[in-house]
């Protein structure tokens, strides 16, 4: 029966696209399956209007209609920008969180603070190439909060040094010249300066002091007036970490489509950079396997495409 599966297709991310191909066959003369088909689902399929004689039919919701077209779309979505590369798959992302109403800047926070140094300008050229006008310049324009459209600017324009090299004494005077932040820390040119200029490893060392120094991270201090300000800490401090959340995120009940979508987002532009971090913080977090996981809550190509990229 196609019941069992089609439930489970169309409740989740991504469909059964085998067992629904398999349908058409089945039921290709056979017009009264396709109508218990519809009767079985009344939350998709509006019944027939009482009187309504033999004109009357069970009506396909147009939430039904958007909701199936998303689900298809899935799969298709994933590998048209598994096939892309990278510079231009991050220039897109960038380009839709800056055009498109109720996407996320904290898109652009991600892609600023993850990448390396090489691959944030390789995707600034890209932007550059594919809508004629340069990021940074979307940036200024369409980010219109003054304080996350500063930080923005710093972050998308950075090129860090990527050594190992750490200087102790300089964590320290920076981690205590943060603790004075507050609520005011998004308007603090200290703070843009370090987040923006420095290198991973030398704010992961000031952020460690800065906990050392007050028992609480560094994320904490700013308060819920600069969402971009933590955001930018969380990516920058563990980015495993980071990206688990987001990829659970994905799954929580009344998720919305920006964060379904970062669910492809994420695993396809870290498959082969360091998924195998992030599935360690994952399972430290949530004390599942994200092959499990990911395995449970989604279905058809799109979960075998997922777990293909994930890896066991």
């Known amino acids: 029966m196609l019941h069992g599966t089609s439930a489970a297709g169309m409740g989740g991310l991504g469909v059964e696209e085998t067992a629904l191909v398999s349908a058409l066959g089945r ?3 056979q017009p ?21 004689g033999a004109g009357a039919i069970e009506r396909c919701s147009d939430d039904y209609v958007r909701h199936l077209k998303t689900e298809f779309a899935r799969f298709k979505t994933l590998m048209v920008l598994w096939a892309m590369h990278p510079w231009e798959r991050d220039a897109r992302w960038a380009h839709r969180a800056l055009h498109k109403k109720h996407h996320p800047v904290a898109v652009l926070v991600e892609l600023a603070c993850t990448r390396a140094a ?3 300008l390789g995707a600034r050229r890209a932007y550059h190439a594919l809508y004629h006008r340069s990021l940074e310049e979307d940036v200024a324009y369409r980010v219109k909060d003054a304080a996350a459209n500063r930080l923005l600017l710093g972050l998308v324009t950075a090129y860090r040094y990527e050594g190992p090299r750490v200087d102790e004494e300089l964590a320290k005077e920076e981690a205590a010249a943060l603790s004075g932040a507050g609520a005011k820390a998004a308007q603090s040119e200290l703070v843009v300066r370090v987040l923006a200029t420095r290198s991973k ?4 060392a000031t952020f460690r ?8 991270p560094l994320e904490e201090e700013f308060g819920g007036e600069a969402p971009c300000l933590r955001e930018a800490v969380r990516c920058l401090e563990s980015p495993a970490r980071y990206f688990g959340e987001v990829i659970d995120g994905a799954f929580k009940e009344g998720a919305d489509k ?6 492809t987002r994420v695993v396809v532009s870290r498959s082969d950079a360091d998924m195998e971090e992030i599935k360690e913080a994952y399972l430290k977090q949530h004390g599942d396997k994200l092959v499990d996981t990911v395995a449970k809550n989604t279905h058809g190509h799109y979960r075998d495409a997922l777990l293909a990229m994930i890896g066991k």
């Open 27 to 29: 039921w290709r003369k």
């Open 32 to 52: 009264e399956k396709r109508a218990q088909f519809r009767r079985g689902f009344p939350g998709f399929f509006a019944p027939a209007a009482a009187g309504a």
């Open 118 to 120: 090489d691959e944030l």
């Open 201 to 204: 490893p030398q704010l992961r």
């Open 209 to 216: 002091l800065y906990r050392e120094l007050h028992g609480k």
């Open 258 to 263: 920006q964060a379904k979508a970062a669910l």
